[in-house]
């Protein structure tokens, strides 16, 4: 308990001190709204396949058994990536192991802190997803207490096995490189996965001219999954209990011993391999730099540009987001190419034109996600180094322009592509071409001043990664400004530029007072987020002055 002090003290201060507690209830309130949302959008997803008569039954099943099956997948990862650095990188390490504590206690400690901090985001929101298979098989009481036990064993499993396997690889390489490793290894898994999920065209189930390939494929989903991984022991026994309502003894038996053999195993390989793996983690990992003089022209801009690419290229947690990042946009643009616009109720044409336009909101969201991911924790990141850019010659002003023009160029050009590829698969042409271009760019230029906006009114200078701070109330709050804004454009965008697209779907000509009012339109609306962002600057700057 002496150990877990400062965790619990960190907890305390940060959810229930002070005025704290009000944005503490603020962020239960949006949890019990997002975790009620779920089990509704579960309860219809799953009815919904749950009806098909037997067929129905088996999917809906299937579902549940590969939901289990992901969920240890992730936590797995996410308990390796997590160990590396609470168990070896740590920044009070060097105080807990000079004390007199033995390996065992700081085991303990970090496997309980390493699971809330891993897996409590899994484990909430676990629940009402397999909670809407407890209302739909009409499951009684027992199914809750059967399902804890289930999602609890999974996610201490995950943890434990994570902790072990992170320390046999320090064993072996570097603590950093073990970090690297875990997570190139987490990212190649979750890109394979999307892709092969995706290009498997899972749409084409509900077609009915597919329908006796969809047979043979139901009848082969009903093999069992490796019965040796413990998410196959917690399908066991809650698919045995929803269909015959009978407890798979065995099945408890596992998951209930389970986590406690590899904490003890974890024990043993913490207390044998730890002191090596510590010393390992604060070697240097070689390498030399000669230094020669070079001439020095003081350009605030390409200053800014240099450490930004700098900071962005040394962090592997950030670099290799670029592939995921490449996976989504290889499948966004795949799911324009697949599109059956051939069977639609309305002309091809139109349909295409309804479409383009519900991509501007799309590659919008695109815009203002990664703008959360990347550009919202950007000045937070800054660390103490931040002392040294107000001491220095350069307004915030300046600061926060070049932060600006280094992100707009990337976001940009991806937005483009985006854009521009899906309308060439749409096959779009005439004004809807134009008109989406710019209602995009207005809404990721905006997007990337806003997050830049809240990102100073909300700096954490004390963060030990970008990604940490991605649940924190101001990241939640320009997520949710930052949609606001874009779904009002996209509202503004819809009316004015109507009669444009009217006239073109309709009659194939552009009159002059559709382009007049497309013309005030995009003007307006590039007043409207001009102003809103200026405005989330100025908030910034003030709070970086105070």
Known sequence: MLLLQPFLHNIRNRFFRGRVVLRTAAILVFGAVLFTGLYFASLRFITY??????????????????????????????????????????SDNEILYSAPIHERQLFGMRFLTSFL??????????????????????ADILYYPLLMLAVLSTALTANAIGLAAT??????????????????????????????????????????????????????????????????????LLNVYLQDRLIDWTAVGLLLLTPIVLYWGG???????????????????????????????????????????????????????????GALIVVYLYNFKALPLERSFLAADKIANIIAFANI??????????????VYPSIGAEGMAFAMIRSSPLTLQRYLGCKYLFYCIPFTVVILFLIITSNYLLQITGPMWW??????LIITWGALAQALGFGAMYADFKIESRAAVQGSFGAILFLFSG?????????????????????WLLWNQIDSLGVLLSCLTIIGLAALTLLFSLWCIRKGIRALEG
């Open 361 to 374: 909101g799309a590659a919008g969201f695109v815009a203002t996600s990664l703008a959360t991911r990347f």
């Open 267 to 325: 024990e043993w390989l913490m207390e044998r391999f730890f002191a090596g793996g510590f010393s390992k983690a604060q070697e240097s990992f070689g390498g030399y730099h000669t230094f020669t003089p070079k001439p020095y022209h003081p350009s605030p801009l390409l200053r800014i540009f240099h450490k930004e690419a700098k900071l962005f290229l040394r962090d592997s947690s950030e670099w290799s987001q670029l592939f995921l990042i």
């Open 483 to 503: 949609l606001a804004v874009q779904l009002l454009i996209l509202v503004l965008g819809f009316m004015g530029n109507f009669r444009l697209l009217k006239g």
């Open 117 to 138: 901090y891993t897996s409590w985001m899994m484990v909430i929101f676990s629940l009402p997803i397999f909670g809407a298979y407890g209302t739909i098989f009409h």
């Open 167 to 236: 320390i046999l690889l320090v064993r072996l390489f570097p603590a950093k490189q073990t970090k690297d490793i875990a997570v190139y290894l987490s990212m190649l898994f979750g890109i394979l996965l999307y892709l092969v999920i995706r290009l498997m065209r899972p749409e084409d189930m509900a077609d009915p001219d597919r329908f006796p390939d969809f047979i043979e494929y139901l009848s082969s989903m009903q093999t069992p999954a490796l019965s040796l991984l413990p998410p196959a022991w917690a399908n066991q």
């Open 49 to 90: 396949f749950h009806s098909q008569n037997e067929l129905g039954i088996i999917l809906s099943l299937k579902i549940f058994q590969m939901t289990w099956m992901i969920m240890f997948s992730m936590l797995l990862f996410s308990s390796m990536v997590s160990a590396v650095s609470s168990l070896y990188l740590s």
């Open 435 to 440: 008109v989406s271009i710019a209602m995009s």
